[in-house]
DNA sequence: TTGTTTTTCCAAAACGTTTTGGCTTTGCAA
DNA sequence: TTGCAAAGCCAAAACGTTTTGGAAAAACAA
């Protein structure tokens, strides 16, 4: 906490703190010996920038902002490991810092969070998850003129840049997989219903079943929390009723895991009975029993480029290239074959 | 981004800054009467305090740091999404920000990122996870002064505020449940070998063998990565060896699942045949197959309290109390049950 | 030589707060 | 009336940078 400021350098080399300030950033009109001295005492003395006066004056503040929905979390979502190493490791990477922040999404927190983060200038763009279909933080963000970038997009009528990471094409995959194996009465456990994530796989199932010729039946459609307790307990509400349907497409892993302990609880065999598909790619689908099949997505990377466009909208390219996202893979595994064990 | 200044409220209204800043501040030196005027212009205005300008005159930042370890991260650790929620609601309990890195232990990005956050005055004070037996980040803070809060104690010759989180003393318990039901030859499998949580559980997994006159096998202790493979692939090699141990106690439940699986790959009834129990206390364990037995760890409340302790030492509060950790919980299932199915 | 350009440096202002050390004005007591 | 205290307000300095708009010195050109 001795902290050591530009104009001790100045003091220690009679030079003024504008030389220094000017070597250090690399300007041109300093001489070559000056620099290497201030380089070489600042180095020695131990010198780092003050950040507080360095965001005054530059109006900028080298930090971005991600804001948690509190459900999420609470829930134990296996993608916000991945998440948060992604945001963070590239943030490291364009030498800015990560602001995490968590709310329950429409909440009065997350509203006063999002006022603060703009207008206190405490970051320079924000990383907006968990979209909704109507989503005001797009407005709101818009509205200021702050940078943000979403994970998927909203229904609002603002033009911003967001990446594709509901996947939902990846659904009819599934289907086809699932009607290729023999399956045929689907049923669908999602997520909050008005997270765009669910409202597009929901799209995307449909459109399977359509493509597929498999008929869609409304009362086999459920929300969830995208956690095993959304799974367990609509599998438990789902095998009291006639017919049953015979595969189980879910939102996430943790809700197919939920699905799987209560079939096994219920002694139906998952897979040759009852197919069970997950979706995210978690290390445990390998894991349970049985593996369960379910779609690889690179959440990783995905936060990795959100971040990565956030700072090109933030440094002002001159156009946002909106990286291409991984494709993500389905995985087949036991759960979803009826010839398996 | 149209920001208002104290300046325009000041204008706005005739009268000084000096007026304006110690209204909203609440001083008493000013008439009931203009800060009413104050603050509600303030309000209608929209104004919000600028933070880089309020740190670099009060010389602190209202913010604390974390820097997660990106290890830990990438292999999925569930205990990530509970910290990060317990930290970032209690940092938002004291109105301080909480940011976010990440680097590979003992990596040449952990010690610039540490040093940047010190020295550059961009927190106030830092939690510490994944603590190391001699772990070069504590002796560091300590000499520069900067305020820290550890999950678990290390080895240094330094006093400071930690926590207990390593909750060696569930493992003899884990381990008197274990002989109660007639397991005998015991197997550990634990974390890289330099975490003080690896050490303390393992010193409890002794000790508990001990207590138990149970025999201590030094070649059925390993080591892992906390995550499900290495309890996976530890497990494939126990097997081939003769005697087997029949029971294997994990350092963490992602470790136990993966064991879990290889015994059921291997088709040897876990539970019945060898009993198996994790640490933590995850969602999912419950749906495990079978469940899984383990200490239910209250990680969110861990969080909370560092954070708690934290605040309480950066703010010169005249003695850190530490809070009560609460209690956690051996949790029985299945999976330790040899009369089970 | 004189004039011109280039190189190298710097004083001062600015960013938006908080804080110090007052200065007026008012009210009250003597 | 004077003296004194309290209440209410403010100018200016400070925090540590960056940036603007030169100025002095050196180098070069004529």
Redesign the interface.
Known sequence: ???VSIRDIARHLNLSITTVSRALDGYPDVSNRTRVRILETAAEM?Y??????R??RRRK?D?IGYV?S?SH??????T???T??GL??E??VHGV??????APPDSD?ESA?F??L?????VDGVILGRIRKEDWRVQFLHD???PFVAFARSNDAVDYPALEGSYEYMLPRIITHLKSEGYQRLAFIGGDSDSVFHINRLEGFKEGLEANQLAYYPELVFTGNY???AG?ETTLQLLKNQPRPDAIVCISD?TA??V??AL?EKKVKAGSEIGVTGFGG???S????PPLTTVDIPI?QLARQAVATLMSVIRKKKEIVIPEVPEPVLVIRQSSIIGAT
């Open positions: 906490m001795k902290t131990g780092v920038p003050n950040q507080a006066a965001q005054l503040t930090a948690l509190s979390a609470r829930f134990n979502d296996p916000i490991a991945d948060l190493s963070a490791d943030a490291a810092d990560l602001i995490v922040s968590i927190q969070i006022k603060r703009s207008r206190s200038q405490k200021e003129a702050m956690a095993s307790s367990y943790e895991f939920g799987l302990h096994r978690t290390a445990e390998t894991y349970s029993d990783y």
